[in-house]
């Protein structure tokens, strides 16, 4: 009788290791880029060309991308509150991107050095607490979505 136990411990333990985090806290989620010679860019050393050539993204990551420079040039700046709807929608706009997303290899894990700043900088927006710190990030945003086309095609 003592198997019962036993094999509970092992499942429990099974269950345990599928569930649990496969990162350290301070690590990424989404892994590194494949190491290529590459050229890089000073301001952003993690977001690299591919060998001197863009990325390619798929139809939907490029269409995703798409809505949040369009949420970008639409925004209003007049108030924090406009700061903060932004935030929202630029969200919404990587949840999307992300529950869409089919891309694998390199170019997924190229992507994620463009999108996790992204991700970092629209949690800091929707944190804002007055509108000189809202503007002040609203532009790092507005660099990092326009850095997609310089790396991704």
Not at 7 to 18: G, K, R, T
Not at 121 to 145: C, D, S, V
Request: aromatic share 8%; proline share 5%.
């Amino acid at each position: 009788m003592k198997i019962v136990p036993v094999i509970f411990l092992l499942i429990a333990a099974l269950f345990e290791a599928c569930h649990s985090p496969a990162t350290k806290e301070n690590e990424s989620p989404f892994g590194t880029v494949v190491e290529t010679p590459r050229q890089s860019n000073e301001q952003y050393p993690e977001l690299a060309l591919n060998n001197g050539a863009k990325w390619k993204a798929d139809s939907t990551t490029v269409l995703n991308v798409g809505i949040m420079q369009n949420i970008i040039a639409e925004a209003k700046k007049e108030s924090l509150e406009n700061y903060l709807q932004t935030a929202a929608g630029l969200q919404d706009g990587l949840n999307k991107m992300v529950l869409e997303c089919k891309m694998k290899g390199a170019d997924h894990e190229a992507l994620h050095h463009w999108l996790e700043p992204l991700m970092e900088k629209t949690k800091a927006l929707k944190n804002a607490n007055n509108i000189e710190n809202a503007g002040t990030i609203f532009g790092e945003i507005e660099k990092q979505i326009n850095l997609f086309p310089q790396y991704f095609e």
